[in-house]
């Protein structure tokens, strides 16, 4: 038995559609790449023979202290006064907030020690240092 061709033409596959979705999801991702990396203040961060990564990453918040003193929230510089009320708001807005502190290196104490105040009048007891590990980042 003889199969016959009931259209002459063949079936063309337009891959126009494709292609957008493609040059869409790449332009996104280039997006969120270049905000991820912004995010984070460069510091001379301190070394621990015993760092760890944290097991939940979840409801972080950034908060870096330079070498000059400025403190970031996030990449945003602010003053002691609007860190408070920048961390009441996260507070308040979500009952699981914690804090990553990434503090340089050559950072005075008495800093370090008003930022976790700040976190801790605010609510916030969950607090993170970040270090590095020898050999590694952490």
Known sequence: MKIT????????FDMTPMMDIVFQLIAFFMIVA????????????????NAAMAENQQNRVLISISVDGQVWAG?????????????????????????VIRADRGNRYGLVKQVMKV????????????????????
């Open 34 to 49: 270049t905000y991820v990396t912004r995010e984070k203040v460069e510091v001379d961060l301190p070394m621990a023979v």
């Open 75 to 99: 990449s945003r510089p602010v003053t002691l006064d609007q860190l408070a009320d920048e961390v009441r708001e996260w507070r308040e807005s979500n009952q699981e907030a914690r804090v």
């Open 5 to 12: 061709s009931l259209g002459g033409d063949d079936a063309l």
């Open 119 to 138: 976190c801790r009048d605010a609510g916030i007891a969950d607090i993170i240092f970040s270090s590095l590990q020898p050999g590694g980042e952490g």
